[in-house]
């Protein structure tokens, strides 16, 4: 069993930055690559950004240039920092182990709410 659990959302103004922090406690060392998420208001919810074991990143192209993802040596703490903030980079943000995430029924962390507003 690995367990999540996010922090650092909160509200933030159009241009302004935000670091989130996602714990990882568990059997972390069955985790290849971490991925960070993020559910907008009805909508569904999708992978922005992943990082390897060996810290190979890839990002989605409406985060790619402004949102970077990064963790600790041990695995226990993954990052994503978040600049050039947008109105629409409002949402939940979660983070997941990419393969545990395609499981239906899989167990998701509460979340980090991000409001981007003026």
């Known amino acids: 069993q690995v367990q999540f659990v996010e922090s650092g959302g909160g509200l933030v103004q159009p241009g302004g930055s935000l670091r989130l922090s996602c714990a990882v406690s568990g059997n972390i060392f069955s985790i290849h690559t971490m991925g960070w998420y993020r559910q907008g208001p009805g909508k569904q919810r999708d992978l922005i950004a992943t990082i390897s074991r060996d810290g190979n990143t890839h990002y989605e192209d409406s985060v790619k240039g402004r949102f970077i993802i990064s963790k600790d040596d041990a695995g226990n703490l993954v990052y994503l920092q978040l600049n050039n903030l947008k109105r629409e980079d409002t949402a939940v943000y979660y983070c997941?182990?990419?393969?545990?995430?395609?499981?239906?029924?899989?167990?998701w962390g509460q979340g980090t709410q991000v409001t981007v507003s003026s």
């Open positions: 997941n182990d990419i393969t545990r995430a395609l499981i239906t029924g899989a167990s």
